[in-house]
């Protein structure tokens, strides 16, 4: 099947969406990382470290339980400006949606902090000729870490860059096998309502049902921009952004890179989807962002990009069609009307 291989080996070849580190206004975070790497002489390490080199780099960085690090290697080029700060780290985990632990935006970061993330297993199923159950961190062993800096754009027009480090799923999906009757690919949150207070009412939660719940159609899954997360700015996930491993799908509105799964499962028929469920009218399946579409309550033409002094001192810029990753996914679209599957 689709042999689209090049992020399995060692070396990582550059594609024309990435960019140079360089490029990419630095923290001073990666610039302490840069320089302990090259003070361990592992400066060459500057793609993808196999999963045994990971523990020993991982622990040099942070006395914050667990964390690890990889250079930050690729960057989407944008025409937007904008898009050269990185939204700091603060923000990036103190601004959350994530309704099963509270819909306050500063909820996820307070109420989540106790979340036992250790041992996770993963179960990869359904329309698959070899079905897994996975640790975490067997996972992690198997694949090279990649870093993408991606911006992440909500439905509720706001927006930020995040430096991800993840796996591509592509690459987790060919381990599995899709067979023929794999069309669709399902995702599903961790239902545990004792560690997710959001998840015992619904009120609390949103008025949503749990768990959460989310789709992408197999051509989107394997594309190589889609990422499942496994940490941000050089550490493992923050309880609040998904720990321990949550999707990334930059050219869709954020409530599709759901976090904390447990379950994918490869389907013949299009799955259910949370904010769906709850109003379709507002929230399809697609959910690609686009700025000739509106939200029936507001305008999706603009966004407020959040970085050092937070939302309410956010720039306001143009909403890009596929959040400027069109270049990379509008082929995927060629055949649809995308203000009617929205
Ligand atoms: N399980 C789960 N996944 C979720 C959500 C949620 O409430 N529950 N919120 C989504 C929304 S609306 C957005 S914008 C992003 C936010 O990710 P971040 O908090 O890491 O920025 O997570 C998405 N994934
Ligand atoms: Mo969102």
């Known amino acids: 099947m689709m042999s689209h291989n090049k992020f399995r080996s060692g070396i990582v070849t550059r594609a024309t969406w990435q960019e140079k580190e360089s490029n990419v206004t630095p923290q001073s975070v990666f610039k302490q990382r840069r320089q302990i790497i090259q003070a361990l002489g592992l400066g060459a390490i500057a793609t993808s470290i196999p ?35 990185l939204t700091p780290f603060d923000k990036v985990t103190s601004h959350n949606n994530f309704y099963e632990f509270g819909t306050a935006k500063s909820d996820p970061a307070e109420n989540s902090q106790q979340f036992n993330t250790k041992p996770w297993q993963l179960v990869i199923d359904g329309e698959v000729d070899k079905p897994v159950t996975i ?37 987790i999906l060919r381990m599995v096998a899709p067979n023929s009757q794999a069309k669709y690919v399902a995702f599903e949150t961790l239902f545990d ?5 959001g998840q015992k009412h619904r009120l609390m939660g949103g008025g949503i049902q749990y768990p959460y719940v989310e789709g992408l159609t197999i051509a989107e899954a394997m594309n190589p921009l889609t990422l499942l997360s496994v940490g941000l700015y050089g550490k493992t996930l923050p309880p609040q952004n998904g720990a321990p491993i949550r999707l990334v799908v930059p050219w869709k509105y954020g409530f599709k890179s759901i976090k904390s799964i447990v379950r994918i499962r490869l389907t013949s028929t299009q799955p259910p989807t949370t904010w769906s469920q709850l109003a379709a009218n507002e929230y399809g399946f697609f959910a690609n962002v686009n700025p000739m579409v509106d939200h029936p309550r507001w305008s999706q033409a603009t966004e407020r990009r959040i970085d050092a002094g937070g939302l309410f001192s956010a720039r306001r810029i143009e909403t890009q069609m596929f959040n400027g990753y069109g270049e990379q996914v509008a082929d995927l679209y060629s055949n649809i009307d995308l203000k009617r599957f929205y």
Request: glycine residues 4%.
């Open 193 to 197: 309502p004792e560690q997710m207070p």
């Open 135 to 171: 640790d975490i961190d067997d996972l992690m062993a198997r694949f090279p870490l990649e870093e993408r800096i991606y911006r992440l754009r909500c439905v509720e027009a706001w927006s930020m860059v995040i430096p991800w480090i993840g796996i591509p799923l592509a690459s």
């Open 51 to 85: 999963g045994a080199v990971h523990a020993g780099i991982f622990d040099v960085f942070d006395s914050a339980p667990p964390t690890q690090a990889l250079q930050p290697l690729q960057y989407v080029k944008s025409p937007n400006a904008e898009d050269q700060i």
